[in-house]
């Protein structure tokens, strides 16, 4: 699975971890995040991240 980075702060998902703190499972990939999943850093949307190959 891709990792994405939010191109605001820098906080990078990775699906492998998913996000915890919101309840977001671990092997979630970034497609499948709910429309109202926000930066857990800077609190933007989904639009502001972008694939990375890291």
Same mark, same amino acid.
């Given at each position: 699975?891709?990792?994405?980075?939010?191109?605001?702060?820098?906080?990078?998902?990775?699906?492998?971890?998913?996000?915890?703190?919101?309840?977001?499972?671990?092997?979630?990939? $970034?497609?499948?995040?709910?429309?109202?999943?926000?930066?857990?850093?800077?609190?933007?949307?989904?639009?502001? $991240?972008?694939?990375?190959?890291?």
């Amino acid at each position: 699975m891709k990792k994405y980075r939010c191109t605001v702060c820098g906080y990078t998902y990775d699906p492998v971890v998913g996000d915890p703190e919101h309840d977001i499972s671990p092997d979630t990939p $970034f497609e499948a995040l709910p429309d109202g999943w926000v930066c857990p850093v800077c609190g933007k949307g989904k639009w502001a $991240f972008e694939n990375t190959d890291v």
